[in-house]
């Protein structure tokens, strides 16, 4: 795997080893600082209620939160799953998925390896772009029983990116965080169980669940969120 070059920290590996990962925050661009203040400050229960079993039980799993520079300023990349998948069919999310052995250590390089894969893997991105800078608190989604690390990078040299495998992903997008800011794109899903939770209809998309809670947080804590109508509400069915 490729990744970028970095002047701190760097992991050398062995002939078996994986290729060496490593964060920095070299050269960002300054909007992003609220983003790493928020990232090296907030707690776990300021992202959600829902953290890894004390047992360890949880199959890990890492995402990758890229945020890039388009036309319209700061955008983060999605991707919507395809609706034949047995877990969260059709629900845009982050690029991401579970840890293989190869990835490496689970409590260390392993989570950000496999971020960077994953996203290659599914949107054919090219690692070697991305400065990964930042990891949020491992988090627990109940109805998959995946423990997730979020692994945030930065656009750094952008490639184009696109549907690898359709019986995987529907579509691969970018959303500016202007209209992830806008109060008109924002609004509170209600499942059938009870379970409410922030959403944004962006991009002809419904983004919500354990990816709207994660921006959500981000906005919140980096500051950029604006005032928003939280009785806006939208339904969900059981198949969610």
């Known amino acids: 795997m490729r990744h970028t070059s970095n002047t701190q920290g760097r992991h050398t590996s062995g002939p078996d080893e994986a290729p060496g990962v490593t964060l920095s925050k ?7 600082d609220p983003v790493v203040h928020a990232v090296e400050t907030v707690e776990p229960l300021q992202l959600s209620r829902f953290l ?18 388009g036309e319209r300023g700061p955008e ?18 982050f690029p991401g998925g579970a840890l293989d052995p190869e990835d490496g250590d689970p409590l260390a390089e392993g989570p950000l390896r496999a971020a960077l894969r994953e996203a290659e893997e599914e949107t054919g991105l090219d690692p070697s772009g991305v400065q990964l800078f930042g990891v949020l608190p491992k988090l627990y989604i109940p109805v998959s029983g995946f423990v997730v690390t979020s692994v945030l990078g930065w656009w750094r040299e952008p490639t184009p990116v696109g549907v690898v495998d359709p019986n ?9 965080v202007a209209d992830l800011t806008d109060p008109d794109n ?10 409410r939770g922030p959403a944004f209809l962006v ?8 990816t709207a809670g994660i921006i959500d947080r981000l906005l919140h804590y980096s500051g950029w969120e604006r005032p928003w109508d939280r009785d806006k509400q939208v339904p969900l069915d059981w198949r969610s």
């Not at 890894?52 to 520079?69: D, K, M, T, W, Y």
């Not at 995987?168 to 500016?176: D, H, I, L, S």
């Not at 991009?203 to 354990?210: D, R």
């Open 26 to 32: 070299d050269g960002l661009p300054g909007w992003l």
């Open 52 to 69: 890894p079993p004390a047992n360890g039980a949880g199959r890990q799993s890492a995402v990758l939160i890229l945020f890039g520079e």
């Open 76 to 93: 983060l990349l999605l991707m919507e799953r395809a609706s034949s998948l047995r877990s969260h069919a059709g629900q845009p999310s």
């Open 168 to 176: 995987e992903t529907a579509r691969v997008f970018t959303v500016p």
């Open 186 to 195: 924002r609004a509170t899903t209600v499942h059938p169980s009870g379970h």
């Open 203 to 210: 991009e002809s998309a419904l983004v919500w669940g354990f």
